[in-house]
T-cell receptor, first 110, second 114 residues
Framework: GENVEQHPSTLSVQEGDSAVIKCTYSDSASNYFPWYKQELGKRPQLIIDIRSNVGEKKDQRIAVTLNKTAKHFSLHITETQPEDSAVYFCAADAGNMLTFGGGTRLMVKP | ETGVTQSPTHLIKTRGQQVTLRCSSQSGHNTVSWYQQALGQGPQFIFQYYREEENGRGNFPPRFSGLQFPNYSSELNVNALELDDSALYLC?????????????FGQGTRLTVV
């Protein structure tokens, strides 16, 4: 089955800096890669996703890159703000079953 | 906010008991997936229902079972509860069109087994 590794597990940045979270996956059949943001006590919310036919996707301050050959994908957040503080999960989907990484706790210090 | 709702929001059960959790999918969605999220971990896939049939299952024992109804709402049943079943149970609905599509999560049911 699919296995998704996520790094780092915690990330602390200063407000205005960039943050990068990296994930690797094992199943070459995976072709959909969403990223979720989960604030304390709340549901995971989709913030951006990318499909295997695209190498990069950007939405305002958030971007995701995908390298299918190396089986890794990354989340980039620029100009971080305190409200970006949360746990971020990457996931991979090979057949309508999401396999999640272990999560990254992002702390943005004002 | 998504249109996915779960009930109850919190639940305390005793080891050995049975529990039923409920999920109403977003309007127009025909697929519901259930996930278990232990504290400090990522969600783990339990199973998925598509048009009232199980459409995939993760590494969970048979005491975890489910149903999907004609209106696409769903139930998760857990028998013979164990302490390790304490977790946040999330359902996610999506529209299965043959291509991978966005999954929208409910707010979850926090189950505590004592």
């Amino acid at each position: 089955g699919e296995n998704v590794e996520q790094h780092p597990s915690t990330l602390s940045v200063q407000e205005g800096d960039s943050a990068v979270i990296k994930c690797t996956y094992s199943d070459s059949a995976s072709n959909y890669f969403p990223w979720y943001k989960q604030e304390l006590g709340k549901r995971p919310q989709l913030i951006i996703d990318i499909r295997s036919n695209v190498g990069e996707k950007k939405d305002q301050r958030i971007a995701v890159t995908l390298n299918k050959t190396a089986k890794h994908f990354s989340l980039h957040i620029t100009e971080t703000q305190p409200e970006d503080s949360a746990v971020y999960f990457c996931a991979a989907d090979a057949g309508n079953m999401l396999t999640f990484g272990g999560g990254t706790r992002l702390m943005v210090k004002p | 906010e998504t249109g996915v709702t779960q009930s109850p929001t919190h639940l305390i059960k005793t080891r050995g008991q049975q529990v039923t959790l409920r999920c109403s999918s977003q309007s127009g969605h025909n697929t519901v997936s259930w996930y278990q999220q232990a504290l400090g971990q990522g969600p783990q896939f339990i199973f998925q229902y598509y048009r009232e049939e199980e459409n995939g299952r993760g590494n969970f024992p048979p005491r975890f079972s489910g149903l999907q109804f004609p209106n696409y709402s769903s139930e998760l049943n857990v028998n013979a509860l164990e302490l390790d079943d304490s977790a946040l149970y999330l359902c996610a609905s999506s529209l299965q069109t043959g291509a991978n599509t966005e999954a929208f999560f409910g707010q979850g049911t926090r189950l505590t087994v004592v």
